[in-house]
């Protein structure tokens, strides 16, 4: 079983700062892309950031200058650091991977979301 777990998420005043993680667990061999998705009330997910294996990162053009992702691939881990947030951020935010595991002795691809992670910006 191969699965990622989220957290740090929590209710910010507007301006302030909070830091996602996401590990990925189980017989992993290796991991692609991660990446960050957002999906507030009555809207569709939405991409916030992605880091390839190699470090290369892409964002949304909103979160531009205020987001960071970085992995610790020792780890298994992404992490999203979020600075001068703003209400209309208020989502369930998501962590998603591209990954190869150990499936008795084949190595399959999945990709993986996890189960979401709640920020509130209040303002």
């Known amino acids: 079983q191969v699965q990622l777990v989220e957290s740090g998420g929590g209710l910010v005043q507007a301006g302030g700062s909070l830091r996602l993680s996401c590990e990925a667990s189980g017989r992993i061999f290796s991991i692609n892309a991660m990446g960050w998705y957002r999906q507030a009330p009555g809207k569709q997910r939405e991409l916030v950031a992605t880091?390839?294996?190699?470090?290369?990162?892409n964002y949304a053009d909103s979160v531009k200058g205020r987001f960071t992702i970085s992995r610790d691939n020792t780890k298994n881990t992404v992490y999203l650091q979020m600075n001068s947030l703003k209400p209309e951020e208020s989502a369930v935010y998501y962590c998603?991977?591209?990954?190869?595991?150990?499936?008795?002795?084949?190595?399959?691809?999945?990709?993986?979301w996890g189960q979401g992670t709640l920020v509130t910006v209040s303002s």
């Open positions: 998603n991977a591209d990954l190869q595991y150990y499936s008795g002795s084949y190595r399959r691809s999945l990709e993986v």
């Open positions: 880091i390839t294996s190699g470090g290369n990162t």
